[in-house]
Every structure is written in C-alpha cells, then in structure tokens.
C-alpha cells in the first residue's frame, strides 16, 4: 500500500538519527499485498470493491495520493522499497536498520520478490535477503492445485480435475481461478495474518518491526466459494477501450464474439439468430 511504504522511509530516517536511548518509534507493522492497485480500493475513491478493512485503516492514517512505485514489475520496486532509491552494494536494508537498532525484525510472507506461484507452493524464499531479518516465515498454499472448481478464463476450460492446471512458469497462469468449499485457512493470506498476530502478541514487550507480505490480489485467484459468490460474473459491468460502460461480463462477452464473427469470419448474424443462440447457451 503506497502511504505505508512513505511512512516506512520516514521511520527509516528518524532511526537513523536517534541512539538506542532516544527511540521514539517502538513497534512497526509494515503491511504489503502483490499487484494490489491503489485505484481498487475504497479510500482512493472505488465505489464497487469493498475494502473495508483498508479503508478504515486509512480513516486512521495519513494516506499519500502522489507516492509511486520504482518499476512497473515486482522485483525492481520491493528492491527499492527495502533498499531505497538505489540498492547500491553494501549490505543495507531496511530490516537491517532496525536490527542494527536492536529492534526484533520478522518477516512473513512476500517482501522481497518471489514467485507467484512457484516460491508459494514450494515454500522457498525466493530473492530475500538474510540479514534482513531475525526469523522469516513463509506461507505455503496449493495455489491452482487447491481442490475445487478450477477455471483457466481464457481457454475456457472449467474443471474439478486436478491434473492438467495451468501454474507455475506455464503461459496461461495468470487467468486461473480457483473456488472451493473452506474457510480460507489453508491460504497462505490467511496463513501470514494469522502468523502476524502471533508474532505481535509474542513480541509485544519490545520494539519490533515485523513485515507482512500478502500474495494476493496477484494470480491466481483461489478463494472459498462465498467470496466468489459476492460477486457473480453476470453482474459486473465492464468498460470499453473508450471508459463507456458497455453492459455486464455476459454482454460484454458476447459483442466480443459477434464482432469476431463479424471482422475475421464475414459473418453477420441477425436479432433472431443471436436470440436462438442465447437460449440455446444460457
């Protein structure tokens, strides 16, 4: 989240100029989650996705609208946000402040880059640097493996198998979804907050920074079926290249696959067919 990160760099620049005596800053919560857009949530202005609990964190904080990523790729700005603008080659790092201030530095889950979702069902660190932290969890999860209602969007597969799922380092990752029966506990989300919790309880005592590093809304999209379920397909609107809002996903579908016919096929279907085809369908 973009007014965290600005926050963290004024930490960083308050310890640097304070002895061990001096602290004023005794625990930090820093909170990411993987290629989630500022324009999604409630408190920069959306009005459909809820964000509840973003929003009234934000209520309670100081949000910056002109804060920007270093890159438009995941490694390049977790590098700059742990090591600032340039990396350079000394080992320096953000954990690593705190630690040299004798501060508890933890991390759970994705700070520095991983891959989604290679790292996540092996369980392995990725780029994160060790002396970073003084202990590092990660936060394991079937991903497209998970058992459930499997979909891979754009070839229109839909399935319960389990053999055959597009994941890691295959072409197609990035449009699978999974929906299944379950809490969510078995999610690596859930599995890092959880940890969190715990790891603020138990160090509550002294200062701490403790970095909690979410992998989703990053694909692919597993979660138990209510969540799904708040949200049908049929009831999203969706916009053309233009910002016009053209009708819901069924709409929106359909006048891609007419004007198909249309420009790569020559071939034009009239109301009555159109209508035979939706019954036919729906």
Same mark, same amino acid.
């Given at each position: 989240?973009?007014?965290?990160?600005?926050? #963290?760099?004024?930490?960083?620049?308050? #310890?640097?100029?304070?002895?061990?005596?001096?602290?004023?800053?005794?625990?930090? #919560?820093?909170?990411?989650?993987?290629?989630?857009?500022?324009?999604?949530?409630?408190?920069?202005?959306?009005?459909?996705?809820?964000?509840?609990?973003?929003?009234?964190?934000?209520?309670?904080?100081?949000?910056?609208?002109?804060?920007?990523?270093?890159?438009?790729?995941?490694?390049?700005?977790?590098?700059?946000?742990?090591?600032?603008?340039?990396?350079?080659?000394?080992? #320096?790092?953000?954990?690593?402040?705190?630690?040299?201030?004798?501060?508890?530095?933890?991390?759970?889950?994705?700070?520095?880059?991983?891959?989604?979702?290679?790292?996540?069902?092996?369980?392995?660190?990725?780029?994160?640097?060790?002396?970073?932290?003084?202990?590092?969890?990660?936060?394991?999860?079937?991903?497209?493996?998970?058992?459930?209602?499997?979909?891979?969007?754009?070839?229109?597969?839909?399935?319960?198998?389990?053999?055959?799922?597009?994941?890691?380092?295959?072409?197609?990752?990035?449009?699978?979804? %999974?929906?299944?029966?379950?809490?969510?506990?078995?999610?690596?989300?859930?599995?890092?907050?959880?940890?969190?919790?715990?790891?603020?309880?138990?160090?509550?005592?002294?200062?701490?920074?403790?970095?909690?590093?979410?992998?989703?809304?990053?694909?692919?999209?597993?979660?138990?079926?209510?969540?799904?379920?708040?949200?049908?397909?049929?009831?999203?609107?969706?916009?053309?290249?233009?910002?016009?809002?053209?009708?819901?996903?069924?709409?929106?579908?359909?006048?891609?696959?007419?004007?198909?016919?249309?420009?790569?096929?020559?071939? %034009?279907?009239?109301?009555?067919? %159109?209508?035979?085809?939706?019954?036919?369908?729906?």
């Amino acid at each position: 989240m973009r007014f965290i990160f600005f926050l #963290l760099f004024k930490i960083t620049l308050l #310890l640097g100029s304070l002895s061990a005596n001096e602290k004023k800053i005794k625990n930090v #919560l820093f909170l990411i989650s993987d290629d989630l857009k500022a324009s999604v949530l409630g408190c920069y202005g959306n009005k459909i996705c809820k964000t509840v609990n973003i929003d009234r964190l934000a209520e309670e904080s100081l949000v910056f609208d002109r804060a920007y990523c270093q890159g438009t790729w995941c490694s390049p700005s977790r590098t700059s946000f742990m090591h600032s603008l340039y990396k350079g080659s000394a080992d #320096l790092n953000l954990g690593k402040l705190f630690r040299d201030n004798s501060y508890y530095s933890a991390r759970v889950g994705k700070i520095y880059h991983m891959r989604v979702p290679g790292d996540i069902i092996d369980g392995t660190d990725g780029l994160d640097i060790a002396s970073t932290w003084t202990e590092k969890f990660n936060s394991k999860g079937l991903e497209a493996h998970t058992p459930g209602d499997y979909a891979c969007l754009n070839l229109n597969v839909f399935t319960k198998e389990l053999k055959g799922r597009q994941s890691t380092r295959m072409p197609h990752r990035m449009f699978v979804t %999974v929906s299944y029966q379950g809490d969510g506990s078995d999610q690596p989300d859930h599995k890092t907050a959880t940890k969190i919790v715990e790891l603020m309880r138990e160090h509550k005592d002294k200062p701490f920074f403790l970095a909690a590093g979410f992998v989703r809304p990053h694909y692919p999209m597993v979660q138990p079926k209510k969540y799904f379920d708040q949200n049908r397909i049929n009831y999203i609107s969706f916009d053309d290249d233009r910002g016009k809002i053209i009708g819901d996903y069924q709409e929106y579908q359909e006048s891609l696959w007419l004007n198909e016919l249309r420009l790569k096929h020559k071939v %034009v279907l009239n109301k009555k067919a %159109v209508k035979r085809l939706r019954k036919k369908y729906n």
